[in-house]
Nanobody, 121 residues
Framework: QVQLVESGGGSVQAGGSLRLSCAAS????????MGWYRQASGKQRELVAA???????NYADSVKDRFTISRDNAKNTVYLEMGSLKPEDTAVYYC???????????????WGQGTLVTVSS
């Protein structure tokens, strides 16, 4: 099984920056897309950014030009650089990966435990 371990959350003032990291470990054959979702209190979980193995990325409109996703395929790690943070970015951020455990298995989604990002005004 694959485990995703996130780090880098915390509290920051509006306009500040944070960097999230997510490392995948365990037994698997291949990791396809990796990305970040977030869930604010009382709201549904939403996509923040995702990146394919070829480096192509997509972002939520609300974070374009402020957040940057990157990944290190050799380390099975995905990063999220968050800049110009706003109070509305406050949420629990979850790492997500689409993983295939073996040739006989289908791709499945795996989630991290989440890391809290709090932006104060």
């Amino acid at each position: 099984q694959v485990q995703l371990v996130e780090s880098g959350g915390g509290s920051v003032q509006a306009g500040g920056s944070l960097r999230l990291s997510c490392a995948a470990s365990g037994r698997f054959l291949i990791i396809n897309d990796m990305g970040w979702y977030r869930q604010a209190s009382g709201k549904q979980r939403e996509l923040v950014a995702a990146m394919a193995t070829d480096g192509s990325a997509n972002y939520a409109d609300s974070v374009k030009d402020r957040f940057t996703i990157s990944r290190d395929n050799a380390k099975n790690t995905v990063y999220l650089e968050m800049g110009s943070l706003k109070p509305e970015d406050t949420a629990v951020y979850y790492c997500n990966a689409v993983v295939r455990h073996s040739l006989a298995a289908k791709y499945v989604e795996v989630w991290g435990q989440g890391t809290l990002v709090t932006v104060s005004s």
